[in-house]
């Protein structure tokens, strides 16, 4: 075997970044995703482009990157969260997949293919990706919208679903496989080792590395876990992926977790880079040049059942028109899991080399298509949900001048506290069924619905309001209830919640009066902490605190060039 020289590496290395960049770059211009810019570089380095990447070595360094994607998911939802959404990923996920295989599986018989090998395109089909759709969904910061938390509920039942469907491959093909009791026990013993490390190992673990106080030994005790967690998985039968998720799940519960996903960050962002530039490689221009109708046909088609599928699917679960349709276009692409299927299924030769070719190039194409359906969906799921009678359930409020609530959360519970305490009327619209129901039994002037939906917010009497409160995690729901209620009562004083105060400008522009941005308020809680550290007077703090809510968040710096002045002025 000859050997690779340092500097041949390098040059291979310096050639991917440099496409990469200039790729992004340009994509950026014209106001594409990053994720575009990675699959044309892996589409221009592969074995069927410029050929400067092994696609073997960038695959491994990529799976990397969905472990450690998943890893961060877990840690920022928790078990208690995941919980919450158990409806939607039993119901949600086997509905969405059943349907699928159900309307593929009776069209490729009628094509001509023997039933193992329709019900074979059926399952390839049913499976969305996991990675590109959680990556562009948190980038949006819309992981605590109401279509997020239903798309990740269906991926995360996906991943779940790819172990039985390993097993039924090889008795497609007529092969034994291994032993459903033997994978069934495995299963349990890895659900235990991860209860157990959840209760007692990991965090005893964490505590005694914290304690260090060593950022080098969390950093990597994090990264033991991670990978621990998701090798004994993937032993067990299960994906690397949903090992780490697992494993990310276990922290969030403890105090470390937000130290781990900073410890993580950097490494995460590198390889999910990597990754999408492993599917572009995996893209055979030359067969798609031979067959560009039926690959790109085929990749519409595919992605046109998926949206219509998963909406129904969704819409089985109780989710409103709107969030079952932004789902339903959200996870219309085939997934990474699919590529797994895909490569069983060509060496049980239940698929030959030309379909194994022709379905890699459409589930590129897919995926390469995956930000456009996203703005399509949030273009469309509106317009479509208008179309429908909304499903609300509640009594229809008649009082005036009262205050309209979005949301029943934390939030949205303060807001009712605080018209109760001043003797003022108000009504609820929250979208979680069992809220719903157990508020209404307290007595809550609460209804189910969405209020994104101008039937809704007429219902709750939004034209005889006198303000809007928006508690919801939604940003896309958030501006259009907005955008409406302004239309419905010019006069209403909205007040509405954001994570990032980057869309404070834009929910004032479309009509609201006050925004609440979190990262600006936990930064002023952060400002009085400090302030009462170091002994600010109760007289000083009132207009300290003043001052920096009126300066906002750029101005926080000036001081430290001040500052600086009288650093050096007291050092003459």
């Not at 390098?10 to 340009?26: N, R, V």
């Not at 995941?82 to 295989?101: E, F, P, T, W």
């Not at 990556?135 to 995360?156: N, P, T, Y």
């Not at 949301?407 to 003797?423: E, I, T």
């Amino acid at each position: 075997m000859a050997e690779v020289s340092p500097e041949f590496l390098i040059g291979k290395i310096i050639a991917l970044l440099g496409l990469s960049i200039l790729l992004i770059y340009f994509g950026l211009k014209l106001k594409m995703p990053a994720i575009i810019g990675f699959l044309a570089t892996g589409i221009l380095v592969g074995p069927n482009g410029l050929h400067l990447a092994n696609h073997a070595q960038v695959e491994v360094l990529s799976e990397l990157g969905v472990i450690l994607l998943l890893f961060t998911i877990g840690l920022e939802f928790s078990i208690q969260s995941l919980l919450k959404i158990k409806r939607l990923v039993l119901q949600g996920g086997s509905l969405q997949m059943l349907l699928c295989v159900a309307f593929v599986t009776p069209v490729a018989l009628i094509i001509g293919y023997p039933f193992n090998k329709a019900l074979l395109w059926g399952l390839l089909f049913s499976l969305s990706s996991t990675a590109m759709v959680l990556k562009l969904i948190q980038e949006r910061g819309e992981m605590d919208s109401s279509h997020g938390r239903g798309s990740f509920a269906v991926l995360i039942f996906q991943d779940l679903a790819v172990v039985p469907l390993v097993l039924i491959l090889p008795l497609l093909a007529g092969v034994k496989g291994d032993p459903i009791q033997t994978v069934l026990i495995k299963l349990l013993a890895i659900s235990v080792a991860v209860a157990i490390l959840a209760m007692w190992v990991v965090p005893m673990l964490m505590r005694k590395v914290a304690q260090t106080k060593s950022n080098e030994l969390f950093m990597f005790t994090v990264a033991l876990v991670c990978l621990g967690t998701a090798f004994m998985t993937a032993h067990a039968g299960l994906s690397l992926a949903l090992g780490a998720f697992m494993a990310g799940l276990v922290i969030a519960g403890s105090p470390y977790a937000y130290q781990a996903i900073g410890s993580v960050m950097p490494m995460r962002d590198i390889f999910t880079s990597l990754f999408f530039v492993s599917i572009g490689m995996r893209m055979d221009l030359s067969s798609l040049i031979e067959h560009p109708v039926l690959t790109i046909g085929l990749a519409i088609a595919v992605m046109l059942v998926n949206v219509v599928t998963t909406t129904l699917a969704m819409k089985f679960t109780h989710l409103t028109n709107r969030v079952a349709v932004m789902i339903g276009f959200s996870l219309c692409q085939v997934g990474e899991f699919s590529f797994v299927l895909s490569k069983s299924g060509g060496d049980l030769k239940l698929l030959n080399a030309s379909e194994l070719t022709v379905f890699l190039n459409m589930a590129v194409i897919t995926m390469a298509m995956t930000p456009l359906a996203l703005a399509m969906g949030r273009y469309i799921s509106p317009k479509l949900a208008d179309l429908a009678k909304p499903e609300i359930e509640g009594p229809k409020f008649t009082c005036t001048d009262h205050a309209v609530v979005v949301g029943f959360g934390v939030a949205g519970q303060a807001v009712a506290r605080a018209c109760r305490l001043l003797n003022r009327s108000y009504s609820v619209i929250d979208m979680n069924p069992g809220s719903v129901q157990s508020f209404s039994k307290l007595g809550e002037p609460i209804i189910y619905g969405d209020a994104a939906n101008e039937h809704v917010l007429e219902h709750v009497g939004i034209h005889q309001a006198a303000m809007l409160v928006i508690s919801i995690p939604d940003p896309l729901a958030t501006k259009r209830i907005i955008s409406m209620a302004k239309t419905l009562n010019p006069g209403i004083h909205i007040v509405a919640r954001t994570r990032f105060l980057l869309t404070k400008d834009i929910l004032t522009k479309l009509g609201a009066d006050s925004v609440v941005a979190e990262e600006f308020e936990a930064a002023i809680r952060v400002f009085e902490t400090v302030m009462t550290f170091f002994k600010a007077s109760p007289e000083q703090l009132p207009g300290f605190l003043k001052q920096a809510r009126d300066a906002g968040p750029i101005d926080f710096r000036e001081p430290t060039g001040t500052h600086q002045e009288s650093n050096t002025t007291s050092a003459h």
